[in-house]
């Protein structure tokens, strides 16, 4: 049976420090992300499964259906996984929203996914037929248990959003678990997938059916890792997170999006286990990732060729693969670590890693995408063709669709439940985590109603305003961001951390917190060898970035004057020393070293914006990390 009184949320721990809200109590209605949810809504959602039908990865169902496949399959072997995070973000988006519209749409791809599923509950378009490798014949590279794993997350997603569908998805996805649970339990095949994601669809299944069975598989998934169950390969076991156990790992390493996805379900098995020894774990492995492995940006992986963490203060800038990714499952382990132990640091980091990869990833139309995310480029890119299919890292400009499309399908999923990370309740109060307009109506575990709307022009402002609209006795808790040095609650000092205030509150109260958003500098650790020197500039949560566009001239070579930094209403201002072109022929100086650099340099005053809007304006070059420099002696 499924607990209709559970939240709509993506994750619903039995127990944690803090309990998620669903989409339908807190709504986000105003501001940034209202304008993100409401273009994923309408352009993202529909870009995705236009182009998983042109590019045959959803008619691959059809034809395993018919009984015609490998003849005419098309895309990588994890194809599949593509069309259950689209129904994953279709059905939050009809929970969100209601559309009858995506209703219909949800029911018809439902359709043809069951059709393909086998008598057993074996449901993969890649592997098990004639002609095709055996099932569970290539758990390194094959994806089959990944591409169940996602397939569970859609079905959690229905069946929180809409308990008593009868479109047969959740069926679907406990007949494949069970299949799971057969082929890889204690006394079966000793397994895992080599890319992590099954563990995180177990769990969250287990929670919505109350099967403990499921949450137990996914447990000892968990536990094989690390010890070298899967082959040898030549990134080595760490690239799939097999050469240490989890319980020993000091720091994420490996594929990043895979390393975020093992460390956020193991969080939820720690949870439901209550095993304080893997949580203690995990919540190191975040601190070492954080501190040593983590740019700017909340982005993370370092290597273009295994897409991976790279060693310690490992953080190149041209070269950042960041993948998107990769951003949103560090948000979903953090966001497990925060409802687990109620500490405003995971928080800090989501916000960092929603405005400044997540929002960066996705082109104002909402139909083209970044999949990795440099934090320099050094070549101004050429526009897609809107029907084009490029390579995974190719491009330097949003592209309309992958070869690998594993992002596209991961921020529509993503955008769709922002407003789950919004807020959190406990047992006598409610927090707020994310900063967006919106309206907050909860019930207590005491029984008190909690209803309140926040107005907020987040980040362009940092005022944040909390007005009750009903009455009663509650903690009311507001992050106070890291960075946010001078932040006020009702003009007095606050944070970092959560300003609170419990008391009997009336209808028409209200609460003002002030966040400092005057752009500020920030240096790197100096163990960061690839941008030692340099300084970036940020405002609020955002981290800005120079655009060639603005400069008038590319970015290599433009150093920051120091001194020159200024805020003209919300814009963002700075002067350039920049290398002087008219010069002379590039071909005078052949040899770009000497003992003493002499260069002519004129000055230039640049707007800086904020990283998540570059390449929206057309091709560029752009940086986030900006060399020192001075302006040139007016005499």
Same mark, same amino acid.
């Given at each position: 049976?499924?607990?209709?009184?559970?939240?709509?949320?993506?994750?619903?721990?039995?127990?944690?420090?803090?309990?998620?809200?669903?989409?339908?109590?807190?709504?986000?209605?105003?501001?940034?992300?209202?304008?993100?949810?409401?273009?994923?809504?309408?352009?993202?959602?529909?870009?995705?499964?236009?182009?998983?039908?042109?590019?045959?990865?959803?008619?691959?169902?059809?034809?395993?259906?018919?009984?015609?496949?490998?003849?005419?399959?098309?895309?990588?072997?994890?194809?599949?996984?593509?069309?259950?995070?689209?129904?994953?973000?279709?059905?939050?988006?009809?929970?969100?929203?209601?559309?009858?519209?995506?209703?219909?749409?949800?029911?018809?791809?439902?359709?043809?996914?069951?059709?393909?599923?086998?008598?057993?509950?074996?449901?993969?378009?890649?592997?098990?037929?004639?002609?095709?490798?055996?099932?569970?014949?290539?758990?390194?590279?094959?994806?089959?248990?990944?591409?169940?794993?996602?397939?569970?997350?859609?079905?959690?997603?229905?069946?929180?959003?809409?308990?008593?569908?009868?479109?047969?998805?959740?069926?679907?996805?406990?007949?494949?678990?069970?299949?799971?649970?057969?082929?890889?339990?204690?006394?079966?095949?000793?397994?895992?997938?080599?890319?992590?994601?099954?563990?995180?669809?177990?769990?969250?299944?287990?929670?919505?059916?109350?099967?403990?069975?499921?949450?137990?598989?996914?447990?000892?998934?968990?536990?094989?890792?690390?010890?070298?169950?899967?082959?040898?390969?030549?990134?080595?076991?760490?690239?799939?997170?097999?050469?240490?156990?989890?319980?020993?790992?000091?720091?994420?390493?490996?594929?990043?999006?895979?390393?975020?996805?093992?460390?956020?379900?193991?969080?939820?098995?720690?949870?439901?286990?209550?095993?304080?020894?893997?949580?203690?774990?995990?919540?190191?492995?975040?601190?070492?990732?954080?501190?040593?492995?983590?740019?700017?940006?909340?982005?993370?992986?370092?290597?273009?060729?295994?897409?991976?963490?790279?060693?310690?203060?490992?953080?190149?800038?041209?070269?950042?693969?960041?993948?998107?990714?990769?951003?949103?499952?560090?948000?979903?382990?953090?966001?497990?670590?925060?409802?687990?132990?109620?500490?405003?640091?995971?928080?800090?980091?989501?916000?960092?890693?929603?405005?400044?990869?997540?929002?960066?990833?996705?082109?104002?139309?909402?139909?083209?995408?970044?999949?990795?995310?440099?934090?320099?480029?050094?070549?101004?890119?050429?526009?897609?063709?809107?029907?084009?299919?490029?390579?995974?890292?190719?491009?330097?400009?949003?592209?309309?669709?992958?070869?690998?499309?594993?992002?596209?399908?991961?921020?529509?999923?993503?955008?769709?439940?922002?407003?789950?990370?919004?807020?959190?309740?406990?047992?006598?109060?409610?927090?707020?985590?994310?900063?967006?307009?919106?309206?907050?109506?909860?019930?207590?575990?005491?029984?008190?109603?909690?209803?309140?709307?926040?107005?907020?022009?987040?980040?362009?402002?940092?005022?944040?305003?909390?007005?009750?609209?009903?009455?009663?006795?509650?903690?009311?808790?507001?992050?106070?961001?890291?960075?946010?040095?001078?932040?006020?609650? &009702? +003009?007095?000092?606050?944070? $970092? !951390?959560?300003? /609170?205030?419990?008391?009997?509150?009336?209808?028409? @109260?209200?609460? *003002? #917190?002030?966040?400092?958003?005057?752009?500020?500098?920030?240096?790197?650790?100096?163990?960061?060898?690839?941008?030692?020197?340099?300084?970036?500039?940020?405002?609020?949560?955002?981290?800005?970035?120079?655009?060639?566009?603005?400069?008038?001239?590319?970015? &290599? +070579?433009?150093?920051?004057? $120091? !001194?020159?930094? /200024?805020?003209?209403?919300?814009?963002?201002?700075? @002067?350039?020393? *920049? #290398?002087?072109?008219?010069?002379?022929?590039?071909?005078?100086?052949?040899?770009?070293?000497?003992?003493?650099?002499?260069?002519?340099?004129?000055?230039?005053?640049?707007?800086?914006?904020?990283?998540?809007?570059?390449?929206?304006?057309?091709?560029?070059?752009?940086?986030?990390?900006?060399?020192? !420099?001075?302006?040139?002696?007016?005499?």
């Amino acid at each position: 049976m499924i607990d209709t009184t559970t939240p709509v949320a993506t994750v619903v721990p039995s127990h944690g420090a803090l309990a998620p809200l669903g989409l339908d109590e807190f709504r986000i209605d105003g501001g940034l992300w209202a304008q993100r949810q409401a273009v994923n809504g309408s352009a993202t959602i529909a870009h995705v499964g236009d182009r998983l039908e042109s590019e045959g990865w959803l008619p691959n169902f059809d034809l395993a259906a018919g009984g015609r496949l490998p003849e005419g399959r098309r895309g990588r072997e994890f194809a599949d996984s593509e069309v259950y995070k689209y129904l994953e973000a279709l059905a939050w988006e009809i929970g969100r929203t209601g559309s009858e519209a995506l209703e219909r749409t949800f029911r018809a791809a439902v359709a043809r996914v069951g059709a393909a599923q086998e008598a057993d509950g074996y449901l993969d378009t890649a592997f098990g037929r004639p002609g095709q490798g055996e099932r569970w014949s290539a758990l390194e590279w094959g994806h089959e248990l990944y591409c169940l794993g996602h397939l569970m997350q859609a079905a959690v997603a229905r069946a929180r959003t809409r308990p008593e569908a009868d479109d047969g998805l959740l069926q679907i996805a406990t007949r494949a678990a069970d299949l799971v649970v057969r082929e890889f339990g204690p006394d079966a095949r000793n397994g895992v997938c080599g890319h992590p994601e099954i563990e995180l669809g177990l769990v969250e299944l287990g929670r919505v059916t109350g099967d403990q069975r499921y949450v137990d598989q996914a447990a000892l998934f968990v536990e094989r890792r690390g010890h070298g169950t899967l082959g040898e390969i030549e990134f080595g076991r760490e690239y799939f997170q097999d050469a240490v156990p989890v319980r020993e790992t000091e720091v994420l390493h490996g594929h990043a999006v895979r390393a975020n996805y093992l460390a956020a379900a193991a969080v939820d098995v720690a949870v439901e286990r209550e095993d304080a020894e893997l949580l203690a774990a995990l919540r190191r492995q975040w601190d070492r990732t954080i501190a040593r492995r983590t740019y700017i940006t909340g982005g993370q992986g370092a290597h273009h060729q295994d897409e991976a963490f790279g060693a310690d203060w490992e953080l190149p800038s041209d070269r950042a693969y960041s993948e998107t990714c990769a951003g949103v499952a560090s948000v979903m382990f953090a966001w497990r670590l925060l409802l687990a132990t109620g500490e405003a640091r995971y928080a800090d980091l989501i916000e960092r890693t929603l405005f400044n990869v997540v929002a960066t990833a996705v082109a104002d139309d909402g139909r083209a995408f970044f999949y990795s995310n440099p934090l320099h480029q050094r070549v101004e890119g050429a526009p897609a063709d809107p029907g084009a299919t490029v390579g995974r890292a190719s491009t330097s400009l949003r592209a309309p669709w992958f070869s690998v499309s594993c992002c596209p399908t991961n921020i529509a999923r993503t955008i769709a439940t922002l407003g789950a990370y919004a807020a959190t309740r406990s047992e006598d109060g409610v927090q707020l985590h994310q900063y967006a307009a919106g309206r907050l109506t909860c019930t207590l575990a005491s029984g008190a109603r909690v209803a309140l709307t926040v107005s907020a022009d987040y980040p362009t402002s940092g005022e944040v305003r909390v007005r009750i609209d009903e009455g009663g006795e509650f903690e009311l808790a507001l992050r106070v961001p890291a960075w946010a040095h001078e932040a006020t609650l &009702d +003009g007095e000092p606050a944070g $970092p !951390g959560y300003a /609170r205030i419990r008391r009997r509150w009336r209808p028409g @109260d209200e609460v *003002v #917190l002030s966040l400092p958003v005057a752009p500020r500098v920030v240096r790197p650790d100096p163990r960061i060898d690839a941008v030692r020197g340099c300084v970036a500039v940020e405002r609020g949560p955002e981290v800005l970035a120079l655009e060639s566009i603005d400069l008038g001239a590319p970015v &290599d +070579g433009a150093a920051l004057v $120091p !001194g020159s930094l /200024r805020a003209e209403g919300d814009a963002v201002f700075a @002067d350039f020393a *920049v #290398l002087d072109d008219a010069r002379g022929d590039a071909d005078a100086d052949p040899w770009p070293y000497a003992e003493t650099a002499e260069h002519s340099v004129i000055v230039r005053s640049a707007r800086l914006v904020p990283y998540r809007t570059w390449g929206n304006r057309g091709p560029a070059t752009m940086r986030v990390w900006l060399p020192l !420099g001075e302006a040139p002696d007016s005499n």
